[in-house]
T-cell receptor, first 116, second 113 residues
């Protein structure tokens, strides 16, 4: 498996501001993903973070609201822009293909975001 | 399309009781199937997986068998503990093309002493 860390672990933000969440993996991975878990709900995929190119977004999520960077094979960031209370959620990054050739995804501990 | 259906919770059990959490799926082809667990205040942890029909995944006393004929992957444990109280998510992953995990809605398990 992979060891995945996220920063910050939680934050409380004012509406209209932006927050950048970092995801760090202890080994190089091919695939990194960002998910959102709204209160009491299941997980929804936001986007796939592609190394060296633009992220691939799922239906209902756009780059202007959730810009993603992936500068290398061990790190990615997700920014939640112009936040509103509806953005209050847990944001989780995950990695896939660990070990190489397998299809299992492992998740980070999540970032708990509250927007006032 | 691909989807996962889980039994609604919460499931409330006494310690040492037998646990079953039902999960059925709809998918094209032959997906891989997973159970993840989320303990209070934490992220998701992989509990077990199965990649083909009749495979049995097991971990920490939990088991699930990939049943293609019934498109099911029910989670079972013979004797639950208070520490098993968590939310359990069933998920599938297509084995071709883009690797997108599709999750069920989650089932909360509450185990009392």
């Amino acid at each position: 498996s992979a060891v995945i860390s996220q920063k910050p672990s939680r934050d409380i933000c004012q509406r209209g501001t932006s927050l950048t969440i970092q995801c760090q993996v202890d080994s190089q991975v091919t695939m990194m993903f960002w998910y959102r878990q709204q209160p009491g709900q299941s997980l929804t995929l936001i986007a796939t973070a592609n190394q060296g190119s633009e992220a691939t977004y799922e239906s209902g999520f756009v780059i202007d609201k959730f810009p993603i960077s992936r500068p290398n094979l061990t790190f990615s960031t997700l920014t939640v822009s112009n936040m509103s209370p509806e953005d209050s959620s847990i944001y989780l990054c995950s990695v896939g293909g660990v070990p190489v050739g397998t299809d299992t995804q492992y998740f980070g501990p999540g970032t708990r975001l509250t927007v006032l | 399309g691909n989807s996962v259906t889980q039994m609604e919770g919460p499931v409330t059990l006494s310690e040492e009781a037998f646990l079953t959490i039902n999960c059925t799926y709809t998918a094209t082809g032959y997906p891989s199937l997973f159970w993840y667990v989320q303990y209070p205040g934490e992220g998701l942890q992989l509990l077990l997986k199965a990649t083909k029909a009749d495979d049995k995944g097991s971990n920490k006393g939990f088991e699930a068998t990939y049943r293609k004929e019934t498109t099911s992957f029910h989670l079972e444990k013979g004797s639950v503990q208070v520490s098993d109280s968590a939310v359990y998510f069933c998920a599938l992953l297509r084995n071709t093309g883009f690797q997108k995990l599709v999750f069920g809605t989650g089932t909360r398990l509450l185990v009392s002493p």
